[in-house]
């Protein structure tokens, strides 16, 4: 299984800019499919973008235009860059990775949204 850690949550005003990072403990380039997800209280745990190994990239409709998802194989990263945040994007960000038919989860980096 692969293990996932994820850094660059934080705080930032309404307008703002986070980046958010995923590191894997094996090459991604042999990761079939990674993603970022989010949850927030009471919600279910929602698809935000998705990367595969075959290049393409895939944005859950309320983040075309303001999310982009990349990968670093020479770092095993998998990035996300928010940009125009609301306060309506303020959840805990998971990285998901789905490797050899098992799927994989990081523990979750918090990002709060507000003036």
């Known amino acids: 299984q692969v293990q996932l850690v994820e850094s660059g949550g934080g705080s930032v005003q309404p307008g703002g800019s986070l980046q958010l990072s995923c590191t894997a403990s094996?090459?991604?380039?042999?990761?079939?499919?990674m993603s970022w997800y989010r949850q927030t209280p009471g919600n279910q745990r929602e698809l935000v973008a998705q990367s595969t190994n075959g290049g393409s990239r895939n944005y859950a409709r309320p983040f075309e235009g303001r999310f982009t998802i990349s990968r670093d194989n020479t770092r095993n990263t998998v990035s996300l860059q928010m940009n125009r945040l609301t306060p309506e994007d303020t959840a805990v960000y998971y990285c998901y990775a789905l490797s050899g038919g098992r799927t994989s989860w990081g523990q979750g980096t918090q990002v709060t949204v507000s003036s």
């Open positions: 094996k090459r991604i380039s042999t990761i079939s499919t």
